[in-house]
Nanobody, 127 residues
């Protein structure tokens, strides 16, 4: 069982930055593949980024160069740093964890690859 607790959502002006956090408990960080997802209003859940046990990262083309996924194993925390936010970035953001690969994932993983999910953090971007 992996428990994920997100923090850091809120409102930001277009062009601004925000960092989301996801505190992880119940499983060893270095045996987990993590992902960040976004569900924009009226749209399907979208995979944004994946990070594996080695810290290798994989991104959706739409956010490459602006968003950064990272983790701190000592703090049991996953992060998503978002820069250059635009109105289209608004939505509910979710962290997710998969343990079946023991941390070995080597591409951008999709939603059905993850078993454990955070509660979501709302991000609003104003123009």
């Amino acid at each position: 069982q992996v428990d994920l607790a997100e923090a850091g959502g809120g409102s930001v002006q277009a062009g601004g930055s925000m960092r989301l956090s996801c505190v992880v408990s119940g499983y060893a960080m270095d045996s987990i593949c993590f992902g960040w997802f976004r569900r924009a209003p009226g749209k399907e859940r979208e995979a944004l980024a994946t990070i594996n046990k080695y810290g290798n990262t994989y991104y959706a083309g739409s956010i490459t160069g602006r968003f950064t996924i990272s983790k701190d194993n000592d703090k049991n925390t996953l992060y998503l740093q978002m820069n250059g936010l635009n109105v289209g970035a608004a939505g509910m953001y979710y962290c997710a964890a998969a343990v079946s690969w023991r941390g070995h994932c080597y591409e951008l993983q999709q939603a059905n690859d993850f078993r454990y999910w955070g509660q979501g953090a709302q991000v609003t971007v104003s123009s």
